[in-house]
């Protein structure tokens, strides 16, 4: 099993991966690191639990915001698909599957 090194508020942590998901993995990290350090900016020194803490809930927060999107549009796609016609119900048919499998992915974030 691939390892991979993360750096994540200026802190190395070794993690075990998927083959294949180093890079993905990796991009994640940033992504936190990146929220920590503007809640750093913000908020000023904080002890790392607390600014892990944080940052995870705003991204948990963002999950939330992005599943909501996903109900919407598949909402609308749905009302579409069932008035438009073929060519756009066919189209609609397409994102309606492409939202679905965001949704599923999304909802094992949510876990």
């Given at each position: 099993?691939?390892?991979?090194?993360?750096?994540?508020n200026?802190?190395n942590?070794t993690?075990?991966?998927?083959?294949?998901?180093?890079?993905?993995?990796?991009?994640?990290?940033?992504?936190?690191?990146?929220?920590?350090?503007?809640?750093?900016?913000?908020?000023g020194?904080?002890?790392?639990?607390?600014?892990?803490i944080?940052?995870?809930?705003?991204?948990?927060?963002?999950?939330?915001?992005?599943?909501?999107q996903?109900?919407?549009?598949?909402?609308?796609?749905?009302?579409?698909?069932?008035?438009?016609?073929?060519?756009?119900?066919?189209?609609?048919?397409?994102?309606?599957?492409?939202?679905?499998?965001?949704?599923?992915?999304?909802e094992?974030?949510?876990?």
């Amino acid at each position: 099993m691939p390892q991979v090194v993360l750096q994540i508020n200026g802190r190395n942590y070794t993690l075990q991966c998927g083959e294949g998901q180093e890079e993905h993995l990796r991009r994640l990290a940033r992504m936190l690191d990146s929220e920590i350090a503007d809640i750093r900016e913000k908020a000023g020194p904080l002890g790392e639990l607390r600014l892990l803490i944080m940052a995870s809930l705003v991204m948990a927060d963002q999950v939330v915001e992005l599943q909501q999107q996903v109900a919407t549009l598949s909402a609308e796609l749905e009302r579409l698909r069932q008035q438009g016609d073929p060519a756009c119900r066919e189209a609609a048919t397409r994102l309606l599957q492409a939202l679905d499998g965001a949704a599923t992915r999304l909802e094992r974030l949510k876990g």
